[in-house]
């Protein structure tokens, strides 16, 4: 099957010109112009990718992206906010509300084109289904986190971070690193958002002392340590 693109924008010319340069390149594209009628479509199927404008009539594309992100039905959707609004501050708060990335108005097709490629290609797991590391387990088909049993609710952030650091145990990671392969080479936060994050996981991770196992290199950055092996016999 296509691609599946939902673009929500209330301006007609910004719908055809993506209906247009998307559906060229073999993706499927549907069009909404507000966050109300976005919804109404979402509970009847889920695309793969949403595009949304910020200044929508209604709800705006702030929120929108927030809501997405709550429900746990399209928490792992790709977002990008694409937008007029430029400000630097616009672009951070977009992007800590929960979007894959944000590009501003007027865009270049073949740029937008390339920067849905690269969210889509960050959310398909590649080389990593069934993740298994010391009693922590990771699938990312179903998007579940469990230690020895117990399910653990993880953000689509933390939910990457943990895939991730889990694919290269042992290697330390620094944070702009962890920005550029997590949060996309286009992110602009500070690195202090990485160490937000790392939080966020140890605590989730934490009762099962899975937690302990993202370790803090000092001057470097951060690091998954492998779990130790259960031996055959032992007590």
């Known amino acids: 099957m296509p691609v599946q693109i939902l673009a929500v924008d209330p301006d007609p010319a910004v719908q055809q010109l993506l209906r247009l340069n998307f559906g060229n390149a073999g993706y499927l594209v549907t069009c909404c112009p507000d966050a109300e009628h976005a919804l109404q479509r979402l509970a009847h199927g889920l695309p793969d990718l949403l595009l949304i404008e910020w200044e929508l009539p209604g709800q705006s594309g702030e929120t929108l992206v927030r809501r997405l992100r709550a429900q746990a039905s399209t928490r792992a959707l790709g977002l990008i906010m694409v937008t007029g609004r430029g400000a630097e501050a616009d672009k951070v708060l977009a992007l800590e509300s929960g979007a894959d990335d944000y590009v501003t108005k007027p865009f270049s097709p073949r740029e937008l084109l390339a920067r849905t490629q690269s969210v889509l290609r960050r959310l398909t797991p590649t080389g990593a289904a069934g993740m298994r590391d010391g009693g922590l387990h990771l699938d990312p088909d179903t998007l579940q986190v469990s230690a020895g049993g117990r399910p653990i609710l993880l953000g689509p952030i933390?939910?990457?971070?943990?895939?991730?650091?889990?694919?290269?145990?042992?290697?330390v990671h620094s944070r702009p690193q962890l920005l550029d392969r997590v949060w996309?080479?286009?992110?602009?936060?500070?690195?202090?958002?990485?160490?937000?994050?790392?939080?966020?996981?140890?605590?989730?991770?934490?009762?099962?002392?899975?937690?302990?196992?993202?370790?803090?290199?000092?001057?470097?950055?951060?690091?998954?340590?492998?779990?130790?092996?259960?031996?055959?016999?032992?007590?």
């Open 158 to 171: 933390e939910f990457r971070l943990l895939a991730f650091l889990m694919r290269h145990p042992e290697r």
């Open 184 to 235: 996309g080479r286009h992110a602009v936060l500070d690195e202090r958002t990485v160490d937000t994050h790392v939080g966020r996981l140890r605590q989730a991770l934490g009762p099962d002392g899975q937690g302990d196992r993202i370790q803090t290199v000092r001057g470097a950055g951060y690091r998954f340590t492998a779990g130790m092996p259960t031996l055959a016999g032992a007590a």
